[in-house]
Structure formats: C-alpha cells, structure tokens
C-alpha cells in the first residue's frame, strides 16, 4: 500500500521533473534573451527633445506617423500632432491644431471648432508659437496603472507599449492620460498610441517623426547614455516638460517651452 | 470613423485624440450598482438593527437586489470594445487599476446576497419540495419545480426550530457583512472615477463617500417605487378576486401595509438624501474656495455650459423638490410615487453630470466636448452606447425580478409567519 509520505514524495518528484524541461527550454530561448539584453534598464532609457524654436508647423511628422504606424489617414486620431499658439496684444492665448496638423497650418484663420474661424490681424499679434505633442513614455505612466488587464506596460527602456491581442477595450488608460495621447485605433479597436516607432529604434533607426522632420525640431535619445547630443541638451541646458503637476514624469523634453501651452 | 466621433462634438481648443470616450453606458453602470447597494442596505436595515417597520420591505428589497446584481456588470460589458473580452479581468487582473478588482468585490458580494437569500427562503424551499414530492401525478411542469426546489434546498430538509434560529442568525451574520460589502462595492465605483488624477471633475477623495450616499437615496427610491406598484397590482388583483371567498387580503389589509411601510421607509430615504447633498455641496464649495488650475475651467462648465443639467435638473427638480415633498406632512402614496420619481431622476443626473460632465471639458483646459445621444441607432455601436442599450439596462431587472419572484416569494401572506 502506498504511504502519504511515498504518494507526496512521488508527486513532487513528478511535478518538478514534468516542470523542469519546460522551464529549461523556457531558459535558453535566443529570442528572450536577446530583448532582455536589449532592453537591459541600466544601458537604454529612450528620451524624446523636441526644440519648439525650430518647429514650423508643416505637419511632415505627423503625416509620416501615420504612414508609418498605419493609423487610417483620414481617421480624426494620431499619435503625434502639432499645436498652434496664438497671443495676442490683450492677452488672449488662441490654440488649435485642425486634423492635428497633418497637413501643416494652411491658414492663418486659428479653428474654433464647431466650424467656426477667428482671423486674428498680424499686428495685433503679441507672439506665436507651435509645439509638437507625442506620448511622453512616462517613468511613472498612469496609463499603465489603470489598466485592469495589464495589457499596457511599460518595457525596461522606458517605452509604454499596449497588447492588442489582450487589451478589452475599457478605455481607462484614455481618461488616465492627462496628456490626451491615447484614442482607440479605429481598426483594430483597441487602445494606441506613440511608443516612438519602438520596431524602429530598436533596430538602430529613428522614429518615422524625426526622419521627417526637415528643421530637426524633433530628436531621440538615450538618456543613460552620457556621449548622446540628446542627453547632453537635456543635462546641461534649460529644458521644459509638460504637466508637471501630475507627478507623471514625462521623459520628452521641450526647448523653449511657453508657459501659454496646454 | 473614431469611436467617440459621433456622439463628440468640440468647441475651441481641443486636444486631436480627445472624444467623450465614456457615454451613456458609463452613467448606467454606477447607476445600476448603486441600485444594488441601495436596495441591499434598505434590506439590512431590518435584518441588522431590527427596524421592525421595514419586515415587509426587506424581504422584497432583498430579491430586488439580487436581480439588479445581474444587471449591474452588464453596462460594463456593453462599453468594452471588446466585450468577449471582458473575462480577461479576472484571468489577468492588473491589481493597480482601480478596475481590475472589479470582479473580486462584485462576486464577494453576490455570494452574501445569495447565502442570505437561501437562509432567508429555506424554510420555503423544503416546504415546497416535501410538497411536491409527496404528490402524486405531477405534470413536467410541477416535475421540474421539484428537481428545482430539491436543489435549493441543498439537501438540507432540518425545519426544526433550532435549524430555523440558526438560519436566522446566520442571516443577521450575512446582512451585517454586507452592509460593508455594499457600500465597498458601491465606493469602489466611485474610487474608479475619484482616482482619476488626469480628470480635474472626478480627482476628489468624496467621490467614493458621495457615490455611497446617492446609492442608498436610489436604492431606496427604487425600492419604494417598486413596492408601490406591485402592491398596486395586488391590489388590483384583490378586487378582481373579492368575489372569491377564502385566503385572499383584501383591498383594506393590503392598504395598511403599504402606507406604514411606505412613510418609515421615506423617511430613511430623506435621511440619506440629505446627507447625500451636503456632501456634493461641501465638494463644489471646496472647489470654488480651493480655486485651483482647473477650476477656471471646471467653473465655466459647472456655472455655464451644465447649468441646466447641475443646478436645475439635478439640484431642483431631483433634490430639492422631493425634499419638500417627503418633508411635507401627511404623505400620501401618489405624493411618494411622484416623490421617488424625482429622486431616481435626481441620481440619474448626478450620474450622468459626473461621468459626461468629467468629460464635458479638454485636457487642454481651453476646450469644451458636448455629447449628443445617439437616439436611432444604426450600427451596433450607437446600439449598445445610446438610448436603446440605456433602455435596455434600464428594463433588464424588472423581468428578473419578476423570475425570481417566482422562486423567493415576496409577500408573506397575513398570518404566515
């Protein structure tokens, strides 16, 4: 007859020798090893400047974003997009960004929305501005904190991706970011947003944003990287960061930030 | 087109990937679980603290509860993009997220309304089931209700008096768990929108103890509303059976009840509105003193573009009035059924002013979202997030309740226990 200590003896024996070749194979994987080595946190963290004296609003970016990321074209949605800032001489701040200037600032008329235009004289203009948005791939990412189902996380080098195989729709992460950055993609119906072309810098190439970009207002880096031009602006120069006061740390960095912006 | 375009429509400077993304089902569902707290407190309320007055409404607020607790994920589900999906909460709950214990709190909490609801209605089950076994030639219809009150009755057939005590006191055990239960389940849903950071309306530490408050006022308007018109219909009945001799209250004695109950209950339900208002006040009037970034915004909004649906629809005609009609004396039922009306619709304003109202404004704070309801609807989509799928949250308990009914009789008839 087959004693209590014989029956779990055996079983745990069978358990562990059953587990084991999985686990060992699980191990070895080339693949898995190769992105840890990758995404190794103490060797890449990716960074974002973005130097607003240089931005002309030409829309190249956020054109090039959605080719490249293959966000329907004229879907009222991106992953990146270029703001407008109006002031003028009384102190009205004015803002818009039609489409999300995909196709640059084609007039002077600023969009009120509910299709109305406000034309606003040359002279009595104070100052103007663009800033281009994209998502800031927090260090303390909100968006990855509602989650329920954990299909959006954060990877080692600071980028937040989202699974769409595994991702339910419930739009937390949406109302979590106070930066406005996520929508839902109008095809695969699921959450999306910038992940800075991570299928290209991780690859050695630049996002399709910065490619695009003929003035070089848009630039990646690596902040644990103390040799990349990138760094060295962010480190030794006056550089801005948006919504600070949500605690979310956001790791895209403004050259000439104005107080004016949203 | 973008999920959200449809029903979006922005004013001055709006951030490009920013629409109403939680609609109408979003406004349904911490109505709906709000339902389910309400009516479980009412039912404590005797069961706990030995409100004798409220004997006859437990009972029936139990039952209300149980059926509402199936409809409250539904309007969860509904808003998923992918609603087959949903089940992914509980196979990989993310703990962070406010969501994600959803599932755990929600299932605590149907398994104390169902074990009380056995104990409550055991008695009953074997009754029916010693009844129906013992009987000779039953149809399939009587052959099915035995198999199924032989499995109510989970093989537990001990009705001695000691058994009936012990049920008893497991009831009280159960109903006091629950009150707790309730409120947590309740305060959860307003923690998923409190939490919020990003959401200048939402972000209050209040969120949850409001959300609590304004449940049990439309729990027990529900309940009360519900009360009355199925006594209405018993009443109705009884006067088609006065002619019939026997066991049927009549008109009177059903009368009496109502009344009774009806005025013990409305004052617990003016209790809590009160304390449900002072709340939401302390909240707007901490705002507007705080005065912080957003409020300029939340102000334009709050006194401006939602007036009507804040300070009229809500305040007026769902708070105040009824107010004065339950304080008023001498109440009378038509007086109380136009009273809970109100109330409800009170709720469902304040629901809808903090889910639409949250979003009625741009991250950007310079900009203005307006939602428009999708009343037709023409793909599945304005289905499930406009009036039609609000309709058909709003009708599912009642033929539940009505099923459920069937299995725990609500009414103790005059003398039966």
Redesign the interface.
């Known amino acids: 007859m087959i004693t209590r200590r014989k029956f779990l003896k055996s079983t745990a024996l069978g358990v562990t020798g059953m587990a084991l070749p999985l686990a060992a194979f699980d191990f070895i994987d080339p693949r898995k090893l190769m992105a840890l080595e990758a995404a190794d946190a103490s060797k890449v963290r990716w960074v974002f400047l973005v130097d607003t004296y240089k931005c002309v609003g030409c829309g190249l970016c956020v054109k090039a974003c959605k080719e490249e990321n293959e966000i329907p074209y004229d879907a009222n949605v991106t992953r990146t997009w270029v703001e407008r800032y109006v002031l003028t001489k009384n102190g009205e701040v004015l803002a818009d960004t039609p489409k999300g200037a995909r196709d640059g600032f084609t007039t002077a008329k600023i969009d009120l929305g509910l299709g109305k235009y406000r034309e606003v004289k040359q002279e009595d203009i104070e100052k103007a501005f663009f800033v281009p948005k994209l998502c800031n791939q927090c260090e303390n990412p909100p968006c990855v904190q509602v989650c329920p189902v954990g299909a959006t996380y954060a990877t080692a080098d600071g980028v937040v991706h989202i699974d769409r195989k595994w991702c339910i729709g419930c739009g937390y992460c949406i109302m979590g970011c106070p930066y406005g950055v996520r929508f839902f993609h109008p095809v695969h119906r699921t959450a999306e947003k910038c992940n800075f072309c991570y299928h290209r810098i991780t690859k050695g190439l630049k996002p399709a944003c910065v490619d695009a970009c003929p003035f070089g207002a848009r630039r990646i880096g690596n902040i644990k990287d103390p040799g990349d031009p990138v760094t060295r602006i962010i480190m030794t120069e006056r550089v801005g960061i948006l919504k600070e006061e949500y605690g979310t740390k956001p790791q895209v960095f403004y050259i000439g930030l104005s107080r004016e912006v949203k | 087109?973008?999920?959200?375009?449809i029903w979006t429509?922005?004013?001055?400077?709006?951030?490009?990937?920013?629409?109403i993304?939680?609609s109408i089902q979003i406004v349904m569902y911490p109505l709906m679980t709000g339902l389910v707290a309400g009516a479980f407190v009412l039912s404590s309320l005797y069961h706990v603290f030995g409100i004798k007055q409220l004997k006859e409404m437990a009972r029936f607020a139990l039952v209300f509860s149980f059926a509402l607790l199936f409809v409250a994920p539904m309007p969860?589900l509904l808003?998923?993009?992918?609603p087959l999906?949903?089940i992914?909460?509980l196979?990989?709950?993310?703990f962070?997220?406010?969501?994600?214990a959803?599932g755990i709190v929600f299932m605590t909490y149907g398994t104390i309304v169902a074990s009380e609801l056995w104990f409550l209605y055991r008695k009953h089950f074997v009754e029916v089931a010693l009844a129906l076994r013992n009987k000779p030639d039953k149809t399939i219809m009587e052959k099915g209700r035995s198999l199924l009150f032989r499995a109510l009755t989970l093989g537990s057939y001990d009705v001695s008096e000691a058994a009936l005590h012990s049920d008893e006191k497991a009831i009280k055990l159960l109903a006091g768990v629950g009150i707790p239960v309730a409120c947590f389940l309740h305060g959860y849903a307003g923690f998923?929108f409190g939490s919020?950071?990003?959401?200048a309306l939402w972000m209050t530490p209040l969120m949850p103890v409001i959300f609590i408050m304004s449940a049990v006022v439309s729990g027990i308007a529900l309940c009360l509303l519900t009360y009355i018109v199925t006594m209405e219909i018993r009443k109705f009945l009884a006067s088609r059976r006065r002619a019939m001799p026997g066991s049927f209250p009549t008109q009177q004695e059903i009368k009496g009840v109502e009344v009774n109950v009806i005025r013990m209950t409305s004052r617990y339900l003016l209790f809590f509105l009160i304390f449900a208002i002072s709340l939401e006040l302390l909240d707007l009037i901490f705002r507007g003193y705080t005065a912080v970034?957003s409020w300029d915004v939340l102000r334009s909004v709050i006194y401006g573009k939602d007036f009507t649906a804040i300070f009229v629809l809500q305040y007026g005609i769902g708070n105040l009035l009824p107010l004065i009609i339950f304080l008023l004396p001498g109440l009378t039922i038509r007086r109380t059924v136009l009273g809970v009306l109100l109330v409800l619709f009170g709720v469902f304003m304040m629901r809808w002013n903090v889910v639409i109202g949250g979003q009625a404004f741009?991250?950007?704070?310079?900009?203005y979202m307006h939602y428009h309801l999708p009343i037709i609807p023409t793909d599945w989509e304005t289905f499930k997030e406009g009036l039609a799928g609000a309709l058909a949250i709003l009708i599912m308990p009642f033929p539940l309740f009505w099923i459920f009914g069937k299995i725990f009789p609500i009414f103790t008839e005059a003398g039966a226990e």
């Open positions: 087109m973008v999920h959200g375009e429509i922005k004013e001055l400077f709006v951030y490009p990937n920013e629409y993304y939680w969860l808003h998923l993009m992918y999906r949903g992914n909460v196979m990989t709950p993310h962070t997220s406010a969501i994600a959803f998923i919020v950071k990003a959401n970034k741009s991250l950007s704070f310079a900009g």
